[in-house]
């Protein structure tokens, strides 16, 4: 391995010292690489479900740094980097589409690349990858949105599909997560027939 | 006209229109030709000046970093590949360097310098389309055919190399994945005793035309203290005056061993990018001759049977290339847990593969810090007080691919 990339020094943080470790880091030159949300929940970290990793350089790009910063409480929340960085702004973003993590402060924290309307948080582990299950015993298809009528055989207390998107079909078809339940092919009738059957 | 528009309910894009204080809220996109991509734009506008320019993206969101959690390690370089589509190379190398970091592996010599040698190819392929579309969207038509042309001639250098034109998966982990084929260095040699004459003729297209001068001179200037604080990089950031290259500054694969400038302005306006691209071309077909004549021989991989499968001739024989092949083939190989951010200098500026391991055999954590997603960033402060003609000109000038993007 080159020299150049040996690993860059690691540091944890502490959410509620983020604000004031953001300045000062801030007054020695380090400027913000990248910021990525890392949902924890099957590695050992010993800390909070939830992390942000802030990657920073230094003027003259050669020297660099990683901090984690684990975001505490429900919803998982830490202060924003943006008033010190502005560069954080579309990268909090993602990492609150992504992962639910609230930045406080943050001047405009929305979805920025899934639909506003859209259910859940992709990139956290215990969302479904959103594989089409390949079933080989007949299953109840979910028909959404059928004008007035009850879903055809879908049983009526499966309010979210395998995706995780909730499935309103007895709203109004205007609610956009009955839309984006339409990718539903179909549900296995109890959990334990998923695609390794 | 106001009156139409209450009728229309607004109108396909004009979102609102305030009479008194003559601002009008229109959408640019998603589908425009010049808005390179499936970008949107939300603009207030008072007359023909742009009040503010708010981007709108995930369009073509497809979640390949979650699909990255899914696949081998190996398999994943397919996913990476197909983020910034015009710089697949750049993905592939930034991904496979931070795995081989997490293994603890090196790359043989001649490995590193295929890969420098093909990402340079990359940033000459990916400038060109730049060109092209920079100047078809100012009215130089006749760019774009130029541009695409020569575009061509190494798109069949990728084909003649990794068999595909792009999404390549050619980089993997601990090297490239097969060799470069006989007579390579005939059809790369053409191809950079052409480029310089090329470029000339760019030049004498564009950079002394009075009104391509008009068009990008003094738009859409970005000063060095925004530069920083809004995270540009790449040409976007050299323009303005930040002398930043990770080429040079972090040496990495066989950026060592070549010599090369770094081209930067310090107007920070469009022509100012326009400038240190074309320079920036000339440097890669410098670097490309240098690393043709360097080439080391050897091995193009690293030849662990741990990490790599066994020649096909092997399998004939050897009981235990059959064992590892099957391995690596059902499992793929696991990676010792820990994290790495490894950043590379793409054609649009840092593209950096942040990777998770848990020590299983797919990555745990796949982030690419793609440099279009955070160059889009300085859109709104160099499009404000401009017109939307200008606009036109800033956005292709930053050269945003929306598969980066969006990812």
């Known amino acids: 391995m080159s020299e150049s990339f040996a690993r860059a020094p690691v540091a944890y943080v502490a959410a509620g010292d983020w604000a004031a470790r953001a300045r000062s880091l801030k007054d020695e030159g380090w400027a913000l690489s990248d910021l990525a949300g890392l949902d924890t929940i099957s590695l050992d970290s010993g800390s909070e479900r939830f992390e942000v990793v802030v990657q920073l350089f230094q003027a003259g790009g050669r020297q660099r740094r990683t901090i984690h910063v684990p975001a505490e409480g429900e919803p998982p929340s830490l202060p924003s980097a943006v008033p010190v960085w502005p560069a954080a702004d579309f990268l909090e973003r993602e990492a609150f589409d992504m992962f639910g993590i609230h930045f406080e402060g943050h001047p405009n924290l929305t979805r920025i690349l899934m639909p506003e309307e859209w259910v859940g948080h992709p990139l956290r582990k215990d969302y479904g990858v959103g594989k089409v299950p390949v079933e080989f015993i007949a299953q109840p298809l979910i028909q959404i949105g059928a004008p007035g009528g009850d879903p055809s055989g879908g049983s009526s207390q499966s309010e979210v599909d395998w995706l995780g998107q909730a499935v309103n079909s007895k709203d109004d078809d205007e609610n956009g997560a009955a839309e984006h339940a339409s990718f539903a092919r179909a549900v296995p009738e109890s959990g334990d027939k998923g695609v390794n059957q | 006209m106001v009156e139409t528009l209450e009728e229309r309910g607004g109108g396909a894009y004009v979102e609102s229109f305030d009479e008194t ?147 390549h998966g050619y980089f993997i982990p601990g090297g490239v994945w097969q060799d470069f084929p006989e007579g390579w260095d005939e059809v790369c040699r053409s191809i950079t005793d052409i480029l310089p004459g090329r470029i000339a003729e760019y030049e004498d297209l564009l950079t002394q035309n009075p009104i391509w001068l008009e068009r990008t001179r003094n738009v859409g200037v970005l000063s060095a203290d925004d530069v920083i604080a809004l995270g540009a990089s790449g040409p976007v950031a050299r323009a303005s005056g930040i002398d930043l290259d990770l080429r040079r500054d ?158």
């Open chain 2, 250 to 407: 972090l040496p990495y694969e066989a950026y060592g061993d070549v010599s090369f400038e770094v081209p930067t302005a310090t107007e920070g306006d469009v022509y100012a990018r326009y400038r240190v691209r074309i320079a920036e071309m000339r440097e890669s077909v410098k670097i490309i001759e240098q690393l043709m004549d360097a080439m080391p021989d050897g091995d193009y991989k690293n030849m662990d049977p741990k990490l790599t499968v066994p020649p096909r001739s092997e399998l004939n024989r050897s009981m235990e290339a059959v064992i590892h092949h099957f391995k690596l083939v059902t499992q793929g190989y696991s990676v010792p847990p820990g994290e790495a951010y490894v950043p590379v200098e793409s054609p649009r500026g840092e593209l950096g593969a942040y990777v998770v391991s848990d020590g299983g055999t797919s990555p745990y954590r796949c982030h690419v810090r793609d440099p279009s997603f955070v160059n889009l960033q300085t859109l709104g402060p160099m499009a404000k007080g401009g017109l939307v003609a200008d606009l036109i000109a800033i956005i292709s000038s930053i050269d945003p691919v929306m598969g980066g993007v969006d990812r």
């Open chain 2, 21 to 167: 204080e003559e601002v009008m809220t229109i959408n640019m996109g998603p589908v425009h030709p010049s808005t390179h991509g499936v970008l949107r734009l939300v603009l207030e506008l008072s007359g023909e000046t742009v009040l503010s320019c708010r981007p709108t993206i995930g369009y073509l969101h497809t979640g390949m970093e979650k699909e990255c959690e899914d696949q081998s390690w190996r398999s994943a370089v397919t996913i990476v590949t197909r983020m910034d589509y015009l710089a697949p190379f750049f993905n592939e190398q930034a991904y496979s360097m931070a795995v081989e970091q997490l293994l603890g592996i090196e790359v043989p010599p001649r490995g590193k310098y295929i890969r420098t040698l093909m990402a340079e190819m990359n940033r000459l392929s990916s400038h060109l389309v730049w060109f092209g579309t920079s100047g078809l969207d100012m009215g130089a038509i006749s760019a774009v055919f130029y541009g695409f042309r020569e575009r061509e001639l190494i798109l069949d250098f990728y084909e003649m190399v990794t068999g595909l034109r792009m999404n």
